[in-house]
């Protein structure tokens, strides 16, 4: 079909999949839902939930291996027998026939009645059972854990049914990795976080003190001193409001970035309003005009942080815009998936080789060294934005100044749901 045309177009279809191969069909239904969670156990029980009902069994049981590779552990399971629940919580790697599945990382399938174990094949021939399968979950050559299936029918098997289950195995294991390393990011996270915030704790006390006593020593006795001794008092209270300055910026990252702690309607005009009013003393004075548009628009969004974005863009124009500084434009418009506002300043025009850095953390222009500032209040405006589905970018030119775009999804309450908490 492809040598007799330039190109195809073929427009997919779940179930004529299902129609024209069966095997792909199950191995896309099972790994297209394993993405609808990071969550470790939410995965594995949606995994156990697909398997029972494609190869309709009774019984599956995902294990996972500890960190030693000496235990399976149980994480998920349907159609548990009554009575055995606290003797299968955890399985010797050395031992029975899921064991030795990981061990051998091999796909071992057995009539109930040829078990070795006699308690264990009484057990399950007094509750119907005739066959077991056990499935290693591999991926990258090492074995996560291992699936437990049991029916009380016949189960023919061929090699394409055995590649099929070990396909599957692969899905389920892939999506155990994924979840864990979701979950090692979140701690690393927690982490930083924690150390940030003992970090920034342990410096604003004696900054602030230094503040204070370099204030108290200028005021009473500034006079009196040598020129040199005052001009060390101000470096060091300005070193020290340096110190608070980055205090306040780590503060804000931290608590302005990860997924929106509440979604809601939010209007674009009060938000521009509360802006406009926290700044307007700094505006009047410099004479600078805020233009925004004058047609409302409500998004799904966290309003403190769609707050947090425009106050930092505006700030950012006010404090490198320069003194040809004399407009800050704000326009809208959208597409079919994406809220997307443009901040535009008529100052200082921004080199095109910085931009790309410019939303990095702690990164600031060269001509932004006499400028107060953390380096982070453009980092605080990718991660909102990114955690409602858009991005942040920046265009300059020597004619229009600077301009700051950012995006928001329209459908930010499905993206959101699966960013980490």
Not at 78 to 96: Q, S
């Amino acid at each position: 079909m492809i040598n007799d045309k330039g190109h195809i177009t073929v427009k997919f279809s779940k179930a004529k999949l299902g129609k024209r191969n069966k095997g792909l069909a199950i191995i896309h239904d099972v790994g297209s839902d394993l993405t609808s969670s990071l969550g470790l156990k939410e995965i594995l029980d949606r995994a156990v939930g697909k398997v029972g009902a494609h190869y309709k069994v009774d019984v599956v049981r995902i294990y996972l291996t500890d960190l030693l590779g000496k235990e399976l552990e149980l994480v998920s399971c349907a159609g548990f027998l009554n009575g055995e629940a606290e003797d299968l919580r955890k399985i010797p790697v050395r031992e029975g026939f899921s064991g030795k599945a990981v061990r051998t990382k091999s796909f071992i399938a057995q009539r109930v009645t040829d078990l070795g174990n006699s308690a264990r094949r009484a057990l399950l021939q007094a509750h119907g059972f005739k066959v077991v399968i056990c499935v290693p979950l591999i991926v990258k050559e090492e074995v996560v854990g291992v699936m437990n299936l049991a029916a009380k029918r016949t189960i023919s098997l061929t090699q394409n049914d055995v590649d099929l289950f070990m396909a599957v195995g692969n899905q389920i294991a892939i999506a155990v990795n994924v979840a864990k390393l979701h979950e090692e990011i979140k701690r690393k996270k927690e982490e930083l976080e924690f150390f940030a915030y003992t970090i920034s704790h342990d410096l604003k006390s004696p900054s602030v003190g230094i503040v204070g006593i370099m204030d108290t020593v200028l005021r009473r006795y500034g006079e009196a001193l040598d020129v040199n001794v005052r001009r060390y008092c101000e470096v060091v209270k300005k070193a020290a409001d340096q110190i608070l300055t980055l205090v306040a910026g780590i503060n804000e990252y931290i608590s302005a970035t990860g997924t929106p702690s509440k979604l809601e309607k939010v209007s674009i005009q009060q938000i521009f309003q509360q802006v406009q009013d926290e700044l307007s003393q700094e505006l009047e004075k410099r004479n600078i005009r805020l233009l925004v548009p004058e047609e409302d628009q409500e998004i799904l969004a966290d309003e403190l942080g769609m707050t947090r974005v425009f106050r930092n863009l505006i700030n950012n124009s006010l404090k490198h815009g320069g003194e040809g500084l004399t407009k800050i434009t704000i326009s809208y418009h959208s597409d079919e998936h994406l809220h997307i506002f443009a901040v535009n300043n008529d100052g200082r025009a921004i080199c095109l080789k910085d931009c790309s850095h410019l939303f990095e953390m702690f990164r600031r222009l060269p001509s932004s060294r006499q400028t107060e500032g953390s380096g982070l209040g453009l980092a605080i405006v990718r991660d909102i934005v990114e955690s409602h589905g858009g991005k942040a970018w920046v265009e300059s030119d020597s004619v229009k100044g600077t301009t700051f775009y950012f995006s928001v999804a329209k459908d930010t309450p499905k993206f959101a749901a699966h960013l980490p908490r």
